[in-house]
């Protein structure tokens, strides 16, 4: 089974989309999967949903995606995202929406699961630490399930005795007994201090997962931010990665 890029939290970001997808080619990766919040926060939802829709092997929704689809109200966000989710709703249209409509938080039909936030709450719940992690592993059926929602790369193994620890996300990882939790971290919003976006490689015949990063045109995608009238947090926020 050939390799495949999982990304995540690519959040309307047309320029980092385009950088990762190029730099995964270059690589020789052809296949690729979406873990949700397609849309939300930067200027090319559009775009990015027909890229995902089109060329995502899997693609699943994310709370963005769920609140710009109808799914849920605009009142569970700050005051900024609302302000981006409807942005985005308007910019999308209702037959897009209707399109984002249609994907589910989860998916399970393989043998890598697929949650957009955890494995106890699909929507919601960020795992950020043991605490987190440890219920969504001890309830997992898979080797690997695959997250994301925090915009934070990580990875969390229960070992087959049940104790859970946390394993660097700087270095190629490799998926031994018991199971496995991975989160590629944010393609189009990185928080945890690298502007880069953020992604992952799963190589099944070897079980091993790589954490990449990809420079892209921050420029870009703040220049589109501030013409479509956004929130100016979401055009600052990308250059220091947070």
Not at 89 to 112: I, N, Y
Not at 154 to 160: E, K, N
Request: glycine share 8%; charged share 20%.
């Amino acid at each position: 089974m050939s390799a495949v890029a999982v990304l995540s939290d690519i959040h309307s970001n047309r320029q980092a989309l385009d950088a990762v997808l190029e730099d995964a080619a270059a690589r020789g990766i052809e296949r690729w999967w979406c873990l949700g919040d397609i849309v939300g926060y930067a200027a090319d939802p559009g775009y990015v949903l027909d890229a995902c829709l089109t060329g995502a092997e899997r693609c699943i929704a994310g709370n963005h995606d769920l609140v710009v689809a109808g799914h849920l109200p605009l009142a569970v966000f700050a005051s900024w995202a609302q302000e981006a989710a409807a942005w985005t709703r308007l910019a999308l249209g209702p037959d897009q929406c209707a399109r984002l409509a249609r994907l589910a938080p989860m998916d399970t039909d393989h043998d890598v699961h697929l949650f957009h936030a955890s494995v106890l709450d699909p929507v919601w719940e960020y795992v950020v630490g043991l605490e987190e992690a440890k219920p969504s592993l001890d309830t997992a059926s898979a080797h690997l399930t695959c997250i994301g929602h925090t915009h934070v790369p990580a990875a969390w193994h229960r070992r087959p005795d049940g104790t859970v620890e946390r394993v660097p996300a700087d270095e190629p990882v490799t998926l031994s007994a018991g199971r496995w939790l991975v989160n590629p971290g944010s393609v189009g919003q990185p928080r945890d201090q690298d502007p880069r976006a953020a992604w992952a490689v799963l190589h099944p015949g070897d079980g091993v997962v790589e954490f990449m990063r990809t420079r892209y045109d921050v420029a870009g995608a703040q220049t589109a931010i501030r013409a479509a009238g956004l929130p100016e947090l979401l055009a600052e926020r990308l250059a220091e990665g947070f």
